[in-house]
């Protein structure tokens, strides 16, 4: 009923800047809180930043004051802008969205497929 797909991902150098973006469709009411993980190699899925509805936002030590989380309600899409770019940045990045569909008042969680990145000189 609903899908998420994640764009923007590539190859960076160390210290550049990449922009992903998360577009949701579907049968979607509205979107709760947004979020991006992101999953390196050998390990498991990490928080990486968060989006309310109202625009409240929380980010992780390792990418704050380098990442930006924003989101457009009425196009039901999110984006996440990614400066300052390291190397233990490569990772698959993964779009999630609290949605409410118009079948009812309940809620589930959707994931993307994944965007990757790499920054490497």
């Known amino acids: 009923q609903v899908q998420l797909v994640e764009s923007g991902g590539g190859l960076v150098q160390p210290g550049g800047s990449l922009r992903l973006s998360c577009a949701a469709s579907g049968n979607i009411r509205s979107i709760n809180a947004m979020g991006w993980y992101r999953q390196a190699p050998g390990k498991q899925r990490e928080l990486v930043a968060t989006i309310t509805s109202g625009g409240s936002t929380n980010y992780a030590d390792s990418v704050k004051g380098r990442f930006t989380i924003s989101r457009d309600n009425a196009k039901n899409t999110g984006y996440l802008q990614m400066s300052s770019l390291k190397p233990e940045d490569t990772a698959v990045y993964y779009c999630?969205?609290?949605?409410?569909?118009?079948?009812?008042?309940?809620?589930?969680?959707?994931w993307g497929q994944g965007t990757q990145v790499t920054v490497s000189s």
């Open positions: 999630s969205a609290d949605v409410t569909s118009y079948s009812g008042s309940l809620n589930r969680i959707y």
